[in-house]
């Protein structure tokens, strides 16, 4: 059984980078796509980026393009997301998810692992 676990999140002011990991254990990740999700209070779950394990196209969400990078680590089994020049409305709890298919989804409902989530808040 296959657990993915979030970690980096923190309080931040407006402008401030924060780097999100996402460490996987119980199972090889690597034929699967692995995601970023958020979710701030009483909003739907949002895809934020996405990446193969092994290459293959990059996706990020409009609202990140050009602010965050995701990355992976095959070595150490982890994913990442460098958030740079963040906002108030980048606050929200992140999640990494994973998908068994060689493709990107944007619905949250299409992964099959999930972590518990790390917040995020931005606020001055």
């Known amino acids: 059984q296959g657990e993915l676990v979030e970690s980096g999140g923190g309080s931040v002011q407006p402008g401030a980078s924060l780097r999100l990991s996402c460490a996987t254990s119980?199972?090889?990740?690597?034929?699967?796509?692995m995601a970023w999700f958020r979710q701030a209070p009483e909003k739907e779950r949002e895809f934020v980026s996405g990446i193969y394990w092994n290459g293959g196209p990059i996706y990020y969400g409009d609202s990140v393009k050009g602010r965050f990078t995701i990355s992976r680590d095959n070595a150490k089994n982890a994913v990442y997301l460098q958030m740079d020049r963040l906002k108030p409305e980048d606050t929200a709890v992140y999640y990494c998810?994973?998908?068994?298919?060689?493709?990107?989804?944007?619905?949250?409902?299409?992964?099959?692992?999930w972590g518990q989530g790390t917040q995020v808040t931005v606020s001055s």
């Open positions: 119980g199972r090889s990740f690597n034929t699967y796509f």
């Open positions: 998810a994973a998908r068994a298919a060689y493709f990107v989804s944007y619905s949250r409902h299409d992964y099959d692992y």
